[in-house]
């Protein structure tokens, strides 16, 4: 029964981690919405309100990172 436990608690926890709003993230199989929607929230979780040069700078710094990913997938 420990196991059991022990293997649920371990189960729920790496899908947990798995599953976390970090950049890049399941993007592959979001709407353009919803991906624009998660980057708006990246930015504001880090304090950046629309409109503010750290806002644009983030948003700039998230597309960035979604095409170096991109282009990673592509070359394998």
């Known amino acids: 029964m420990k196991h059991l436990v022990l293997l649920l608690a371990m ?5 947990a981690c798995n599953s976390a709003n970090r950049p ?6 979001m709407s353009d919405a919803e991906v624009t929607a998660k980057d708006d929230a990246i930015c504001r979780g880090y304090g950046a309100q629309p ?26």
């Open 11 to 15: 189960t729920t926890t790496l899908t």
């Open 51 to 76: 409109g503010a040069p750290e806002y644009i700078q983030c948003r700039a710094i998230q597309d960035q990172r979604r095409d170096a990913a991109r282009e990673a997938r592509r070359n394998g």
């Open 24 to 29: 890049g993230r399941g993007e592959l199989f």
